[in-house]
């Protein structure tokens, strides 16, 4: 995700906060910046700080990042609270407003809300490499075979599915599918990803799902011979 934010500390806080949840957080304080970043690469999330210093704002920044079509979610920062600002902020194309000072479990919430807004939008089987995944029906077809999930082995595996072989954290995983709702020093997750494992890749040469060691989990890439570092 791009924040955009001049005010250091609270761009600080939010890399951090943000990192450790196992968000990708980059930060740059003006909408200059942040343009140029959007022509460079893909964000699905923006935070943008409403007063921003230079030639445009955070307004001008969210009409600007809707004109060129750029799909990155905006959730809106500010320090006023006023109907007029969040209608128009609104207006601007963001997706929220969240105001200033705002907790760090509401902006944690309000993103995952948008995060799931924007996997609702796109319905229909995800294919990656010679696996296909039915979210409606959580049935995963591999060569042939048809494999049902349950409904969190479906969303695990949905989240790794749609990051497309990037690595996606342990903490990462705690926030998007158990909602914070246990501390991580439990097995869980590993207790869902061995059972996902023990369905998808029973008899299956290629592992598809690969450990990082330290960090998290990601698909292997299809075709590619797994490098896996840890059962
Ligand atoms: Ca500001």
């Known amino acids: 995700m791009l924040v955009v ?5 609270i761009a600080q806080f939010l890399r951090k906060g943000l990192t450790e949840k196992g968000y990708s957080v980059e930060a ?29 704002d955070g307004i ?11 799909p990155s979610k905006v959730l809106m920062l500010t320090a006023r609270d006023s109907v007029e600002n969040k209608i128009e902020g609104l207006d601007a194309g963001a997706d929220d407003y969240l105001v ?30 010679d696996v296909t995944y039915e979210p409606e029906s959580r049935e995963v077809r591999r060569r042939g075979d048809v494999i049902r999930l349950t409904a969190r082995e ?14 996606v954290s342990r903490s990462e995983i705690q926030a998007r599918i158990w909602e914070d709702s246990f501390d991580l020093s439990t097995n869980i997750i590993d207790v869902y ?35 896996e570092s840890e059962g």
């Open 28 to 56: 740059v304080a003006d909408a200059d910046r942040a343009l140029e970043r959007l022509e460079g690469g893909e964000y699905d999330l923006l935070i943008l700080d409403l007063l921003l210093p230079g030639s445009r």
């Open 60 to 70: 001008e920044l969210c009409r600007e990042i809707r004109a060129r079509g750029i």
């Open 100 to 129: 200033k000072p705002f907790s760090f479990r509401e902006l944690l919430a309000r993103l995952r809300a948008l995060t799931r807004r924007t996997e609702v939008a796109e319905p229909g089987p995800l294919v990656y490499g």
């Open 5 to 9: 934010e001049d005010e250091e500390k």
């Open 193 to 227: 990803i061995n059972a996902l494992r023990r369905k998808l890749d029973a008899g299956e040469k290629e592992k598809l799902i690969q450990t990082v060691r330290g960090v998290g989990y990601r698909l292997g890439e299809p075709g590619e011979p797994s490098r």
């Open 154 to 167: 479906g969303s695990l595996f949905e989240l790794l599915l749609r990051r497309r072989g990037k690595v």
